[in-house]
């Protein structure tokens, strides 16, 4: 059964830094494309970044470049998306997902999906 779990997320302070990972299970995930994705009360959902296995590219939201990074760890079948210099704007359900394909495409119709992560940004 493919599964996604997100975890780490937390109340942390303007400014403050935050890793979340995601662990999977029924499949290698080195092996597909990794998504995150981040929703916000009353917003659309907004895909953070996307890890693709085919042309070893990585690219993220212009409200997150520079500030978020993304890794893997292979043994632990898990993924990270390390965040830096989190504002107000950043607090959102964070969400990892894939469709098993090798390339990022657009759009979220994706076919698996964690239950998400709460980060809340707040002084």
């Known amino acids: 059964q493919i599964r996604l779990v997100e975890s780490g997320g937390d109340l942390v302070q303007p400014g403050e830094s935050l890793t979340l990972s995601c662990t999977a299970s029924g499949f290698t995930a080195d092996h597909f494309a990794i998504y995150w994705f981040r929703q916000a009360p009353g917003k659309e959902r907004e895909r953070v970044s996307c890890m693709s296995v085919l042309d070893s590219t990585t690219d993220f939201a212009d409200s997150v470049k520079g500030r978020f990074s993304v890794s893997r760890d292979s043994a632990k079948n898990t993924m990270y998306l390390q965040m830096s210099g989190l504002m107000a704007e950043d607090a959102a359900v964070y969400y990892c997902?894939?469709?098993?394909?090798?390339?990022?495409?657009?759009?979220?119709?994706?076919?698996?999906w964690g239950k998400g992560t709460l980060v809340t940004v707040s002084a």
């Open positions: 997902a894939t469709e098993l394909g090798g390339r990022c495409l657009g759009g979220d119709k994706l076919d698996y």
